[in-house]
């Protein structure tokens, strides 16, 4: 553990502009440079005592905060983020990471970070240092994402393509804005999951690709170079040292990094793991180091990646209808309640695993669609004019577990649903010039599907749990000791 010397937060001003309102003041605390989060048993604690995460996914800050020719959005940027502060959020889950190719490559952002190994988009880069500027000012803290195992920011396949002259990536299918069918005006949405040429390929065979980055030498270094450079930057806005900036709570591996099999001790994913946290805990001593494990395959896998001695705390990721648990076109009770009963025993499992290891454990990423039985006759199945009964009801559930979970003395230290979509509407959308809409859906997946929207009860729900928490640990820690209970 580290030591943490108590210092107040300063509280800064920050203008919330808002569409149709007149500009407010807001007061937010920032986050203290110098306060660092760190790991004490199965607790996060900063220097005023339990930390818990009130997070959310918003994986495309560093693009919004980039300059406007670069297909950034500053407005939107900050009204988002003053949404979210406004809502308790004080933890953002975003990518610190993205690669391109030599030509431009579907299903994924753009512009991106890396155009070839160590060639940066300045302007990227230096939006990274606006969004966390931004972030510090509102007292929000970062997870930076520092590689994908899937499509939608390049991330391991786009290394391991770069490492092999290039080679065509076997794609899955992957949402494609331009597929039929359109929209009468171009650009204003629509399209379908592309399943031929690029896209025709399975997530079996599009796995065993992208990992091939756990043993293939030359895309690891350039890999760790990336690594490097994001964890040695010094922020051009507000002058810190990325890794002496305490905005930035967690270096991650990777979102979502798979194994191989489920019960093989020989993986390449753990050996990996373990060369890789070293490597950032080397550069970055006082912050964090979590893997971005879905923790989808069972105890065996949660452990051997979570007992690493570089990785700090488990995280897990829910998601009840792409494992096939929930059907979002059926209006039933029961169907609802197979998600909620997944959901809650997977709470618990994975709560008792992060025990068993002696870590905390992160709910990282959970989602459900809206009630999208009420588009299935419509122009498109993920029109935000949809309810959100079934999502409400489940977002109750499982962020009630984690609540109760931290509140029993367990492991859990919070959640972040996925994702953050804001002001964007699919009804609404208008791509940018390049192909972007920047919905809370990654670009290879149908825009809409999961978002929470500004005006959503899911944000309400966010809301509470992080004021409830806050009462819980004001009247029952002072410290971070427990003094009742
Ligand atoms: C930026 O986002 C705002 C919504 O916050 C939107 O009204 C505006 O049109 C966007 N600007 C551009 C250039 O896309
Ligand atoms: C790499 O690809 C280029 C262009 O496709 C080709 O000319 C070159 O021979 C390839 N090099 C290797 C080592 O395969
Ligand atoms: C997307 O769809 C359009 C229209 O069908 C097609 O021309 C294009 O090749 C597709 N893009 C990819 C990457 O599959
Ligand atoms: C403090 O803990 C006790 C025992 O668990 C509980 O009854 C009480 O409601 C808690 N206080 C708050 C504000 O949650």
Same mark, same amino acid.
């Given at each position: 553990?580290?030591?943490? #010397?108590?210092?107040?937060?300063?509280?800064?001003?920050?203008?919330?502009?808002?569409?149709?309102?007149?500009?407010?003041?807001?007061?937010?605390?920032?986050?203290?440079?110098?306060?660092?989060?760190?790991?004490?048993?199965?607790?996060?604690?900063?220097?005023?005592?339990?930390?818990?995460?009130?997070?959310?996914?918003?994986?495309?800050?560093?693009?919004?905060?980039?300059?406007?020719?670069?297909?950034?959005?500053?407005?939107?940027?900050?009204?988002?983020?003053?949404?979210?502060?406004?809502?308790?959020?004080?933890?953002?889950? #975003?990518?610190?990471?993205?690669?391109?190719?030599?030509?431009?490559?579907?299903?994924?952002?753009?512009?991106?970070?890396?155009?070839?190994?160590?060639?940066?988009?300045?302007?990227?880069?230096?939006?990274?240092?606006?969004?966390?500027?931004?972030?510090?000012?509102?007292?929000?803290?970062?997870?930076?994402? %520092?590689?994908?195992?899937? =499509?939608?920011?390049?991330?391991?396949?786009?290394?391991?393509?770069?490492?092999?002259?290039?080679?065509? #990536?076997?794609?899955?299918?992957?949402?494609?804005?331009?597929?039929?069918?359109?929209?009468?005006?171009?650009?204003?949405?629509?399209?379908?999951?592309?399943?031929?040429?690029?896209?025709?390929?399975?997530?079996?065979?599009?796995?065993?690709?992208?990992?091939?980055?756990?043993?293939?030498?030359?895309?690891?270094?350039?890999?760790?170079?990336?690594?490097?450079?994001?964890?040695?930057?010094?922020?051009?806005?507000?002058?810190?040292?990325?890794?002496?900036?305490?905005?930035?709570?967690?270096?991650?591996?990777?979102?979502?990094? =798979?194994?191989?099999? #489920?019960?093989?001790?020989?993986?390449? %994913?753990?050996?990996?793991?373990?060369?890789?946290?070293?490597?950032?805990?080397?550069?970055?001593?006082?912050? %964090?180091?979590?893997?971005?494990?879905?923790?989808?395959?069972?105890?065996?896998?949660?452990?051997?990646?979570?007992?690493?001695?570089?990785?700090?705390?488990?995280?897990?990721?829910?998601?009840?209808?792409?494992?096939?648990?929930?059907?979002?076109?059926?209006?039933?009770?029961?169907?609802?309640?197979?998600?909620?009963?997944?959901?809650?025993?997977?709470?618990?499992?994975?709560?008792?695993?992060?025990?068993?290891?002696?870590?905390?454990?992160?709910?990282?990423?959970?989602?459900?669609?809206?009630?999208?039985?009420?588009?299935?006759?419509?122009?498109?199945?993920?029109?935000?004019?949809?309810?959100?009964?079934?999502?409400?009801?489940?977002?109750?559930?499982?962020?009630?577990?984690?609540?109760?979970?931290?509140?029993?003395?367990?492991?859990?230290?919070?959640?972040?649903?996925?994702?953050?979509?804001?002001?964007?509407?699919?009804?609404?959308?208008?791509?940018?010039?390049?192909?972007?809409?920047?919905?809370?859906?990654?670009?290879?997946?149908?825009?809409?599907?999961?978002?929470?929207?500004?005006?959503?009860?899911?944000?309400?729900?966010?809301?509470? =749990?992080?004021?409830?928490?806050?009462?819980?640990?004001?009247?029952?820690?002072?410290?971070?000791?427990?003094?009742?209970?």
């Amino acid at each position: 553990m580290r030591l943490s #010397i108590a210092l107040l937060g300063s509280v800064v001003t920050v203008s919330a502009l808002s569409i149709g309102a007149a500009p407010k003041k807001k007061k937010f605390h920032a986050v203290n440079p110098k306060d660092f989060v760190y790991v004490d048993g199965l607790r996060l604690k900063d220097a005023k005592g339990l930390h818990y995460i009130t997070g959310l996914n918003y994986w495309a800050c560093m693009n919004l905060a980039a300059d406007e020719s670069q297909g950034g959005n500053y407005t939107r940027l900050v009204t988002e983020l003053d949404q979210m502060a406004s809502h308790g959020v004080n933890h953002l889950r #975003i990518m610190a990471s993205s690669e391109g190719a030599p030509t431009p490559q579907p299903f994924r952002m753009t512009p991106a970070l890396l155009t070839a190994p160590g060639i940066y988009n300045d302007k990227l880069l230096t939006g990274l240092d606006i969004c966390l500027d931004e972030l510090s000012k509102r007292g929000i803290r970062a997870t930076m994402t %520092l590689n994908n195992e899937w =499509q939608w920011s390049g991330g391991f396949a786009q290394y391991v393509s770069w490492a092999r002259n290039n080679t065509l #990536i076997p794609y899955p299918p992957s949402w494609n804005m331009s597929a039929p069918p359109q929209r009468e005006t171009p650009g204003t949405g629509w399209g379908d999951y592309t399943t031929v040429l690029n896209g025709a390929h399975t997530y079996d065979e599009f796995t065993r690709f992208a990992n091939e980055i756990y043993t293939n030498e030359v895309a690891e270094g350039w890999y760790k170079d990336h690594i490097k450079t994001i964890i040695e930057r010094r922020n051009s806005v507000n002058g810190r040292l990325y890794s002496e900036d305490a905005t930035i709570m967690t270096w991650q591996l990777a979102n979502e990094p =798979q194994s191989l099999s #489920i019960a093989l001790p020989t993986d390449p %994913l753990y050996p990996w793991v373990s060369r890789i946290s070293q490597y950032i805990r080397s550069l970055a001593p006082k912050q %964090l180091v979590s893997v971005g494990l879905e923790s989808k395959q069972g105890e065996a896998v949660f452990k051997a990646v979570h007992e690493v001695k570089d990785v700090d705390y488990a995280t897990t990721h829910c998601w009840v209808q792409n494992w096939g648990v929930y059907d979002m076109y059926n209006p039933s009770a029961a169907n609802l309640k197979a998600a909620q009963d997944f959901a809650v025993k997977f709470i618990s499992d994975t709560s008792k695993w992060a025990k068993e290891v002696g870590k905390p454990v992160f709910l990282e990423e959970f989602g459900m669609a809206r009630d999208n039985w009420e588009n299935k006759e419509k122009e498109y199945p993920y029109l935000s004019s949809a309810g959100t009964t079934h999502k409400d009801a489940y977002f109750e559930t499982i962020i009630g577990a984690v609540v109760s979970d931290f509140k029993k003395g367990g492991p859990y230290v919070g959640t972040s649903p996925w994702a953050y979509g804001g002001v964007w509407r699919p009804e609404t959308q208008v791509e940018n010039e390049f192909g972007m809409v920047w919905a809370g859906d990654p670009p290879h997946e149908s825009p809409g599907w999961y978002d929470l929207y500004d005006t959503d009860e899911a944000m309400e729900i966010v809301a509470r =749990q992080q004021r409830d928490v806050a009462r819980w640990i004001k009247s029952n820690h002072t410290n971070g000791y427990q003094i009742r209970i």
